[in-house]
């Protein structure tokens, strides 16, 4: 059964950094884009960005480019998403979701439940 499970979430201040993860089960992450979204109260999906795991470089969004990092750790199955410089608009619920194919293509057919990340002082 394919699966992808968040955690890491918590509350934090503004300026904090924190790590959240995505263990994939199923499957591995190896051959699929591994993407990361975000959705704050009142507000739609945002897309935070994507892991290519064909050549395994990421892509981010304009609001978290710079402060985001994307990365995996193949053994434990795992992709990661470190957020440094938290703002108070970074609060959201976070969700990782798997691409059908290894590169980042938009699509996405399974997704975790998420992880909440409240930035608050």
């Known amino acids: 059964q394919v699966q992808v499970v968040e955690s890491g979430g918590g509350l934090v201040q503004p300026g904090d950094t924190l790590t959240l993860s995505c263990v994939a089960s199923?499957?591995?992450?190896?051959?699929?884009?591994m993407g990361w979204f975000r959705q704050a109260p009142g507000k739609g999906r945002e897309g935070i960005g994507c892991?290519?795991?064909?050549?395994?470089?990421?892509r981010y969004g304009d609001s978290v480019k710079g402060r985001f990092v994307i990365f995996r750790n193949n053994t434990k199955n795992t992709v990661y998403l470190q957020m440094n410089s938290l703002k108070l608009e970074d609060t959201a619920v976070y969700h990782c979701?798997?691409?059908?194919?290894?590169?980042?293509?938009?699509?996405?057919?399974?997704w975790g439940q998420g992880t909440q990340v409240t930035v608050s002082s």
């Open positions: 979701a798997v691409d059908p194919r290894p590169w980042c293509s938009g699509t996405y057919d399974f």
């Open positions: 892991l290519n795991n064909e050549d395994g470089t990421a």
């Open positions: 199923g499957f591995n992450i190896d051959y699929y884009g």
